[in-house]
């Protein structure tokens, strides 16, 4: 039974990491596959990003398998760089362990 779409904004909104941000979320319908696109000021921002998703209830079985990162040229963010994340489910996941 998938929660509801509000389940997943409150989940990603309690979920601040200072120097990050998120521009594009795809929920699809039945909550299997997940996707963030965004900015952060420093790539290691982004594995703390992952970090705290984890621990919410919300994307518990969700694991994002895909992480896609470069960085920005310019708008005078030296440092900031893009990211992408995609989840694999759990059943793709066992699949592609057997």
Do not use: C
Request: glycine share 8%; net charge negative; aromatic share 8%.
């Amino acid at each position: 039974d998938m929660p509801p779409y509000s389940a997943y904004f409150r989940g990603l909104a309690e979920t601040s990491v200072e120097g990050l941000w998120l521009r594009q979320l795809q929920i699809s319908q039945d909550g299997e596959f997940l996707s963030l696109s965004g900015q952060a000021l420093k790539p290691e921002l982004v594995p703390r990003l992952l970090q705290l998703l984890k621990n919410k209830p919300v994307f518990d079985g969700h694991s994002f398998g895909e992480v896609q990162m470069s960085r920005e040229q310019d708008k005078g963010l030296d440092q900031a760089v893009m990211f992408h994340l995609q989840t694999i489910s759990n059943s793709e996941e066992q699949a592609n362990a057997g």
